[in-house]
């Protein structure tokens, strides 16, 4: 390959980034030989794709039905920022010597931007590109995927706070010959209703199983659902539903009762708020499966959970109540909320997914420490970075920089050859 690039972030290894923050960074550019070339630009945008393929059956020209494959599609732009760095647009023949060059890049994301994520049939996705404009070659094209967070305070919603609770029973048919009279019922108790990756989902589950058919397993999962929306060639709406985490809480024999206080802990993924985006939609629900011996179907209590970037108050007094620092009888001292980690999408896969990227999600941690938050702590979101290349890269271009080779043709020279 006789062309390399190198695409980095300032001050930012992950490339995470919040709506509304300011990205900036460098791309370098190494050729090994000289190019005849019209221009050089690097472009930051952020768009959504949906599409998938189905068989259906037409008309032919004989009049006759018969099988083909349609794909369905949709895209969103959310944003795009462009800049020629060396030539201009549909300008004139240069010369791009051997060496190597260094350009800066800059662009704000707009506060509206959908958080990054990765599915099955669609994607929502934002990248630094850097395009050669070759002469009766085609371009050289350059990428690199950077993940943006839509924050989501869940505190600015009061009915996250809710408590959560259902009941279910199911009676078996006197006339099946392991069945019985007596039903099996299940409760189900959630404190909240929304949650933020890295904590822990706790519930109390009581299930009394009166009957003669044996419960072979509770099982409890977070489920998320994801709907596509195309627009071409008609309107049509596809989804999915995946599994992000689950707990097993094992069997309940017949005639018998069992209360389960347990958790279920919450990984790294994407929040739920797709507001911005018409065409990927998420939701989340807790599913509590009574599973059931024979040939019995089993049977489910669904909740709808929120997932969010911020977690609530409420919730980090629940979980950290157990390691209050002070005395006894003492008033008690809160530790502060730890900053969070970014963590890749633990459930990215399909044909969208690209092996050398995966969106990160920020996901909490409070095993050792409590705290009662009022505010995001400064350090929460990834800090604005600067706007300027670093060391060893020098501030200007040298004084012998491309332009010495076009003979005084005036052209846009951004970055710097060393």
């Known amino acids: 390959m006789t062309s390399k690039c ?25 050729t090994t030989r000289p190019k005849t070339i019209r221009s050089i630009y ?81 994607k929502i996705t934002y990248e630094v590109v850097m395009v050669i404009d070759r002469v009766l070659r085609y371009n050289n094209t350059f990428k690199q995927e950077f993940t943006v967070i839509s924050p989501y305070d869940l505190n600015l919603n009061p009915m996250n706070g809710n408590l959560m609770e259902k009941e279910d029973r199911k009676v078996f048919c006197l006339s099946l010959c392991c069945g019985g009279k007596n039903p099996i019922t299940i409760k189900a108790r959630v404190p909240f209703s929304a949650y933020a990756p890295g904590q822990r989902i706790r519930f109390n589950v009581v ?6 058919v044996r419960c072979s397993d509770v099982k409890v999962r977070l489920m998320r659902k994801v709907t596509y929306n195309c627009h071409t060639p008609e309107i049509k709406t596809k989804w999915n539903e995946v599994k992000v985490s689950q707990v097993l809480l094992g069997e309940v024999v017949k005639q018998n009762r069992a209360e389960m206080n347990e958790f279920l802990e919450i990984p790294s993924t994407v929040p739920s708020s797709m507001e911005n985006c018409s065409i990927i939609k998420i939701i989340y629900t807790l599913k509590f499966t009574v ?51 970014y963590q890749e999408d633990s459930t990215a896969k399909g044909k969208y997914q690209d092996k050398t990227f995966i ?60």
């Open 291 to 341: 599973k059931l011996a024979g040939f019995y179907s089993d049977f489910d209590l669904v909740f709808p959970l929120t997932i969010g970037t911020v977690p609530l108050q409420a919730s980090l007094m629940e979980e950290q109540e157990s390691v209050i620092v002070g005395q006894p009888g003492a008033i008690p001292v809160f530790k502060p909320m730890p900053p969070p980690t």
């Open 6 to 30: 190198t695409i980095q972030f300032d001050n930012n290894p992950l490339g995470v980034y919040y709506a509304g923050q300011t990205i900036s960074g460098v791309a370098e550019l190494i």
């Open 359 to 418: 969106p990160k999600y920020p996901v909490f941690s409070y095993q050792n420490t409590s705290g009662t938050i009022r505010d995001p702590p400064a350090n929460l979101y990834p800090s604005v970075v600067s706007h300027q290349p670093k060391a060893p890269y020098p501030t200007s271009p040298p004084p012998n920089d491309l332009n010495e080779s076009l003979n005084g043709t005036n052209t846009s020279q951004i970055g710097w050859k060393t």
């Open 42 to 122: 690097i472009s930051v945008n952020g768009h959504s794709e949906v599409r998938w393929t189905e068989s259906v059956y037409k008309q032919n020209n004989q009049g006759k039905r018969e099988k083909a494959f349609e794909t369905f599609s949709a895209t969103e732009l959310y944003f795009t920022s462009e800049k020629y760095v060396y030539g201009s647009n549909g300008g004139n023949q240069l010369e791009l010597i051997a060496g190597k060059y260094v350009y800066p890049f800059q662009a704000t994301i707009p506060p509206n931007a959908p958080t990054s994520f990765i599915g099955t049939d669609g």
């Open 207 to 212: 299930l009394d199983n009166q009957s003669d």
